[in-house]
């Protein structure tokens, strides 16, 4: 996630606040697609007025229309991994920033992901990442679709996993974590055993605060 949020993050020379002010609003008027007033997305995240309007220059400067595609989603997001085949990957992750599901991601919904996946708080990030994992989007998390998620994070990392990997080695990884998930061994993981999970595992919590006040 670091990757993508540095992508949109790159700061403008520097100018006037009275000039920043004027233009974002200016900018917010003119593209196709209107986010809400910077004000609205204040109130509904975790960013000031200033990190939004970095943020959203950034977005703009890369998807002028003010959405972004899945096709230009995972161009950008593969940037930073040219090691490896991020494709995968990036289309599971455009999923879950797409969050009415209309195929494309626009200025709010990649804020509003990003304000939980930097500033939210455990439970909301283990929520997001829930949904990230539930593929299909049917409330319950499936081996399959964890070893899918698995395998694409693997595929991304390419060459740069040491010592290399085995092809099995996702599947095996998938049956250690999907045992210790499935408490009640009906073959799902639910949102409640994969929090609780999460919870108790010492390295997971310790990721989930490694992206938090970033910007």
Not at 176 to 181: D, G, I, N, P, R
Request: charged residues 30%; contains cysteine.
């Amino acid at each position: 996630m670091g990757a993508l949020m540095v992508i949109f993050s790159l700061q403008p020379k520097q100018r006037s606040k009275a000039r920043d002010s004027v233009e974002d609003e200016l900018e917010l008027s003119a593209v196709r697609h209107r986010p809400e007033g910077l004000e609205q997305l204040e109130a509904q995240t975790r960013f000031s007025r200033k990190e939004l309007q970095i943020l959203y220059r950034g977005f703009k400067n890369e998807c002028p229309s003010g959405v972004v595609n899945e096709e230009t989603f995972k161009d950008i997001y593969s940037q930073f991994f040219p090691q490896g085949d991020a494709s995968t990957y990036a289309h599971f992750l455009f999923n879950a920033f797409d969050t009415d599901h209309n195929g494309s991601v626009s200025f709010e919904d990649f804020v509003m992901g990003l304000s939980i996946l930097l500033r939210g708080t455990i439970q909301e990030k283990l929520n997001w990442a829930f949904n990230l994992y539930d593929i299909n989007k049917d409330g319950y998390i499936t081996k399959e679709e964890m070893l899918d998620i698995m395998k694409a994070i693997y595929d991304m990392m390419g060459k740069c996993t040491y010592p290399v990997l085995k092809e099995e080695t996702p599947r095996q990884h998938v049956e250690v974590f999907f045992q210790k998930m499935d408490k009640n061994k009906d073959g799902v993981v639910t949102i409640d055993e994969f929090i609780d999970c999460c919870q108790n595992d010492e390295n997971i919590m310790r990721s989930m605060h490694l992206f938090e006040n970033v910007l």
